[in-house]
């Protein structure tokens, strides 16, 4: 039935239209004890680590960050005026993710917490619309099974994917309505706290995160670029070389960037300072590199 179908062809990516617009991360231009708490370690690649000491520094990091998600909840007025509980649960998912396999993609800033936003939007949306209907409200399970659904798609078409976010659309509708739209920012909120604490518990051994938007170097997109609609879509160039472009006219009209290399030679291997990679990921390139004679 679908053998004449290609279906590799029905490929949406965001970041093909959104990248050349996001300017690079611009943790390298700060002092390094600042921008090392930023995930910023220049051509340095920490080393992998042992699960004992991951297994240790994911217990002080799941403690701390659920514990100050509650306690920063709890003590605002407006949560207990609004019904807001003292955690939602499924932070407690979150932090998993944040502090004990913190280079999976469902770790990343732009995943954790755009996921959330989307999620208790959708969540609390799709809770009002069936409250509409007296029948459709008293099936909350129906309302927790379309709002997780749809935000499992959204979350793949915007590349966000964080599996705690198909938890909270749920609870949005089948706990979630008492609560309403104030749902949101206790979700904004409690991702901040949660990132806040991820970055200074993720960056005392290790390093968090591996990138913030993509894992695509960024760089902002050249003027000339824009107004003549040059360049190919999705081709992102290094952002080394951003903020230090010639003023001449040659330097305006190529919009061509050079692509980002890593050069693997005898016993070293150097990368690029704005492309994040991961230890395991440095391991096989070093071990590459090992081979060369």
Avoid at 26 to 51: A, T
Avoid at 64 to 70: K, P
Avoid at 81 to 102: D, Q, R, Y
Wanted: net charge negative.
């Amino acid at each position: 039935m679908f053998k004449h179908v290609d279906f590799s062809r029905w490929h949406l990516d965001i970041d093909d239209y959104i990248n050349p617009y996001i300017p690079a991360p611009p943790w390298r231009y700060l002092p390094r004890p600042i921008s090392h708490f930023f995930g910023y370690r220049g051509d340095k690649v920490p080393k992998s680590l042992g699960n004992l000491v991951i297994a240790f520094w994911s217990l002080i990091g799941v403690f701390c960050g659920v514990l100050v998600v509650a306690e920063v909840s709890e003590h605002v007025p407006s949560f207990q005026h609004h019904n807001g509980p003292v955690i939602v649960a499924s932070f407690g998912a979150a932090a998993v993710l944040e502090f004990a396999v913190i280079e999976s993609p469902f770790a990343q800033p732009r995943n954790a917490v755009l996921s959330q936003l989307f999620a208790s939007i959708i969540g609390i949306g799709i809770g009002k619309l069936f409250a509409l209907n007296p029948a459709a409200h008293s099936k909350p399970q129906v309302g927790g099974a379309l709002s997780c659904a749809i935000t499992t798609a959204f979350m793949v078409l915007t590349n966000t994917v964080h599996p705690p976010a198909g938890a909270t659309a749920l609870l949005a509708v089948t706990e979630g309505y008492p609560i309403g739209w104030f749902l949101i920012p206790i979700m904004v909120l409690g991702c901040v706290m949660m990132q806040a604490v991820a970055l200074v518990v993720n960056n005392i051994q290790r390093r968090f995160p591996v990138y913030w938007w993509t894992a695509v170097p960024l760089s902002r997109r050249r003027l000339a670029d824009a107004e003549s609609g040059g360049g190919e879509k999705g081709t992102h160039g290094p952002s080394h070389g951003h903020g230090a472009e010639s003023s001449s006219d040659s330097a305006v009209t190529n919009t061509e960037e050079a692509p980002v290399r890593i050069v693997i030679q005898e016993g070293k291997v150097l990368v690029p300072d704005d492309l994040w990679i991961t230890a395991e990921e440095m391991e096989v390139l070093e071990r590459i590199s090992e081979r060369i004679q």
